[in-house]
Each structure stands twice: as C-alpha cells, then as structure tokens.
C-alpha cells in the first residue's frame, strides 16, 4: 500500500455524489476549458459512476480538485480480460497547483482500486510528461487517417453480399448493438462501456460539440439479417469553387470479419459531397491499411493511446495470457507501491501463468512504468532495453520474454477516458 500524501493545512478529501453535479462540472472546467455553457451542460448524462468520484476542498470549502475511476470489470489484456479502474476527470484548479494536490489524487486513486480488487489502472493522459512519474507507461498507440473520397480498396470476398443501413443514432434503437459489437472485440486495452452511466453518455450528441457537422449517423452492416458491424460517424459539408470539399468525420468502425470492415470502409469512402474521410484512434494494424490500395495517401500518423500502471504485479501479471512458453525472474521497482518491489518469478505462455515472490538472481530489471507499458503486448521489451529502460541481467532472456509478453494484436482503446 502506496503512503497518503498529506494535504496542505484546511484541505481535505470528500466523496462527490451526484448532487454535487454542478460544483464538479464547475471545477473541471477550472482545470479544462470548455466551450460549453453550464446552462447546456446542465441536462448532459455524466458518465461518472457516483460512488467511485473524489475530490478535494479548499479551507473555505471550495471544490478544488477531483478525480473518479471508471468500473472496467472486463477489461481485455493479451489472451483474457481482467478488472481495471479506468482513471479519469482528474483535475486540479489552477489557483491550488504546487500544493501536493494532484500526488494526493493519485495516492487516494491507487489505494481504492486496490481495496476493490483492481489489480490494473489505466488512463488517457493529458499531458504525457505528468503520469510517467506516477508509475503509468505507454502501453499503445493508435493510428489516425485521412483518406481522400473514392480511394481504392482491395477486394475482399463478401462484402458485396452484405447489407448496410445508415440512420441517426439513437440509444433506445441502437444502443444494444453497439453494446454487444463493441464489447464481443477482444483486442488488449479495448475498453467497452460497461456502466450505465458511460453508455448512456457515449449517445450524447450536444449541438456544441459537433464543430458545425451535422448529427451523429450510424451505419449498420448486416448478414442474413444479423448485425455484424457498425461505423458512426457525422458529415460536415464545406465548398470551393472546385466544388464540394466535405469531410466525414468517423467515430469508430467495429466489424466481425474482413468482409465486413470493406463493406462498411467502401460506403465511408463514397458518400457524396464529401472529399475526405477523417478518423482516428485506429489500432496501428486496423484493416484499413491492407486494404487501401495507397496507403500514403491516407496520411497515416501515430499518437499515444492508453496507459497502463500495474497495482499489484504478481496479480495483474498473472491475469494475462503470454504468446509463448517463459520462465523468468523480474526484478521490479516501484516508488509508489513498495509492495510491488522485489523479484517475482513469472512462468507463463498461451494457457496461464502464476507470478510467485522469488530470491533467485534476476533476469530482467525494470520499473513498473516499463512493466505497464509492455503489459497489452504492444510495446516490446527489447525496444524499451534500447532506451536503457529494461536491464538484462542473464543472456538471452530479454528476446525470449519480448516474444512471450508479444501479442498478435496490437493494443488500442478506441475512444479516451
């Protein structure tokens, strides 16, 4: 258990229930500006579950942190799913900075997820310099495009048989479909919205966050009638005088199979008016790359996706899957967690593993930040070794526990929390 860091004099940490809606929203506005008014955020579902949200009072009872956690009880890591606490809404008012605050958030934050059996946090970060220190690594990236109008796919066998319907969105029509699609994917550190509160939220569609498109659209690919696949995106239209210049602007495409993803991108990439197709927060080996017959017109670049920080080593190791047969001897480093420190011995492959506490001699050496960020399979350790991030103490570990802590998927959460 990591030691609460104490609050400057007058502070003090209080539960935030839902009839404190109005004074949360107004302190995250302190510490994120937004262009909404609290007069149109005011009827807006939060996604927050209640009793997992926090925050911090000044000495004259101001709100003047906060922070919540989201319930991913299912969260998918290499070859199974295990219970992660989603970090979000932390946020600092910019009058109380430099006064212990944020440690303090991050303190309480990891010592609830551990009293709730969360082996594993994860979060989007704002600002990538902050969260490293706190023991959370870069665990995925994630690709965005924008792809020119009519771009040419690959042929896929089956798409042409399949069938799509494009409607509003809608929760009360589509709302369990997309549930169900976008929680049967199992790629590692794909978070679905499991609660209530989230999935309501997710349906959400202010005027004032549409940047002057239209409305949210869905397009629905079916087989025999069954659903297979979804794409929700919206159309923004624009004109030259070389006529229409609009831009599709794609939230997320979940497809069962290949046929599927080349039914749904051909009617994304051949919608009238438009010129460009704009998406992002695609895994690094989305389909689309394939089956693009130019894939540098689609101008592929690369940002930072999820965070992983690991609560409980020997648990939040044992959880998940390994591509390959390894026995090995970490020895971990955690300034927070001192629980976490020491060496573990971790015998695993594609069945299971168990992780024990060990006095034999080490193999590997790192630090938990380096251990979460190898932990969905997409960041190799021996790319980590090259930054002098991962130490190899006995010769030849390191590429066998590359390949094993590998996965045949590349991790990606496609929307932040």
């Avoid at 002057?212 to 923004?236: C, H, L, N, T, W």
Wanted: some cysteine; charged content about 25%.
């Amino acid at each position: 258990m990591s030691t609460m860091t104490p609050l400057p004099e007058g502070y003090r940490p209080v539960d935030l229930p839902a009839d404190r809606r109005d004074e949360l929203l107004l302190a995250d506005g302190w510490a994120f500006p937004d262009a909404a008014t609290p007069e149109q955020a005011k009827d807006w579902p939060l996604p927050l579950t209640w009793e997992r949200t926090r925050g911090i009072e000044a000495p004259d009872g101001e709100l003047v942190a906060t922070h919540s956690s989201y319930p991913f009880a299912d969260f998918p890591v290499p070859g199974a799913r295990t219970a992660v606490s989603g970090l979000t809404w932390v946020g600092v008012h910019p009058g109380h900075r430099r006064r212990g605050l944020l440690r303090h958030v991050i303190d309480e934050h990891l010592a609830r997820s551990l009293a709730r059996g969360e082996a594993v946090s994860a979060l989007f970060a704002a600002e990538p310099a902050i969260y490293g220190r706190f023991g959370y690594g870069l665990a995925a990236m994630d690709m965005r495009l924008t792809i020119p109008r009519g771009a040419a796919l690959r042929e896929v066998a089956g798409s042409a048989e399949l069938r799509v319907r494009i409607e509003h969105l809608d929760i009360e029509r589509h709302g369990s479909l997309v549930a169900a699609l976008h929680g049967a994917v199992d790629r590692p550190g794909w978070a679905t919205r499991q609660s209530p509160e989230l999935h309501a939220a997710s349906f959400n569609d202010p005027e004032s966050y549409r940047e002057g498109a239209e409305s949210a659209r869905i397009a629905v690919a079916e087989r025999d009638g069954m659903p297979v696949g979804y794409a929700r995106f919206r159309r923004k239209g624009d004109w030259a005088p070389a006529g229409p210049q609009g831009v599709v602007k794609v939230r997320d495409v979940v497809a069962a199979d290949p046929a599927v993803a080349h039914r749904l991108w051909s009617l994304l990439l051949d919608l009238d008016l438009m010129a460009s197709v704009e998406v992002g927060m695609l895994p690094v080996d989305d389909s689309i790359l394939r089956l693009l017959v130019d894939p540098r017109a689609a101008l592929p670049r690369l940002g930072d996706n999820v965070w992983v920080r690991l609560l409980d080593v020997p648990v939040a190791l044992a959880a998940r899957r390994y591509a390959a047969p390894v026995d090995v001897v970490l020895e971990v480093t955690d300034a927070l967690l001192p629980a976490n420190a020491g060496r573990w011995r971790l015998v695993g492959g594609p069945d299971g593993a168990t992780v024990t506490a060990t006095q034999d001699a080490a193999d590997l050496a790192l630090d938990v930040r380096e251990l979460g960020a190898a932990y969905l399979g997409g960041v190799p350790l021996a790319g980590l070794a090259t930054a002098g991030q991962v130490a190899e103490l006995t010769s030849g570990t390191l590429a066998r526990a590359t390949t094993a802590f590998g996965w045949h998927q590349a991790p990606v959460c496609g929307w932040v929390f």
